[in-house]
């Protein structure tokens, strides 16, 4: 009974990963409907399962459940997305000035350091590579402050903004402002001058803040038809049990 129990928890998990998934790889985008019965069948899943995993992303706001209509994924509300952002820049300056008050410098500096000044610019990252770096560079920033609640708020919003900040790394000049804009913050940090760093940084997310606001549902639309590279979401493999 136990072991049975254990099998639907880890289907239930492997479900809402890939559902998650989905969403962030724009194979399902925001106001897409789909039922209970056309998750489990495109993964190889039972009810239960593909429900708990379906709650769970409802929870976590990624999925509305409609009456009698089976499931949506949830339209963006822009003005939460601005909200998110504001949030966001808060805590991370808050964490910059952490940062400088610490006896010693965190090893992280020094990494992330080392990851944002590359000796020759064909070092540099590329494409996801490069939006993952991204992400953990603000996250290992304020991880690096010391401040459990502080870094697990932050990375409920990161997580909360992963979607639509996939779409601001699709331009070189970006790509290059992102690489210059964490350098300076960077050794604003190394050398103890707190308010520059956070000033440098709330500059550089406001860049990409307004970037995203140019993001329309058509760009999106078209984002979706690259990532899914001609095929319906029918076509994905399935969850293996």
């Known amino acids: ?83 998110l952002y504001d949030l966001r820049i808060t805590l ?9 008050a610490l006896p010693e410098e965190p090893q992280t500096l020094r990494t992330l350091i080392a990851i944002w000044n590359p000796d020759h610019p064909s070092e540099r990252a590329v494409g996801s590579t490069v939006r993952a770096l991204d992400e953990s560079f603000h996250c290992d920033l304020v991880a690096a402050a010391g401040n459990r609640e502080m870094t697990r708020i932050h990375r409920e919003i990161t997580d909360r ?47 990409s803040q307004k970037a995203v606001r140019e993001i329309t549902m058509e760009k999106i639309k078209e984002a979706a038809e690259a990532h899914r590279g001609g095929q319906e979401i029918a076509q994905k493999s399935p969850v293996k049990q």
């Open 161 to 207: 903004l992963r979607i639509i900040r996939r779409l601001d790394f699709t331009r070189d000049d970006r790509v290059d402002a992102t690489y210059i804009e964490h350098a300076q913050i960077l050794e604003a940090l190394r050398t103890g001058h707190a308010t520059d760093a956070a000033d440098r940084l709330t500059r550089h997310i406001r860049s």
């Open 1 to 83: 009974m136990a072991t049975n129990t254990k099998r639907k928890a880890s289907m239930a998990d492997r479900v809402y990963e890939a559902l998650k998934d989905d969403i962030f790889e724009f194979r399902l985008i925001p106001g897409d409907k789909f039922s209970e019965g056309d998750v489990g069948a495109r993964l190889n899943a039972s009810r239960t399962p593909v429900r708990e995993a379906l709650y769970r992303l409802q929870r976590e706001g990624y999925v509305d459940v409609l009456f009698r209509s089976g499931w949506q994924v949830k339209p963006f509300d822009f003005q939460q997305v601005e909200e």
């Open 92 to 100: 991370e300056r808050a964490a910059m000035h952490k940062i400088c």
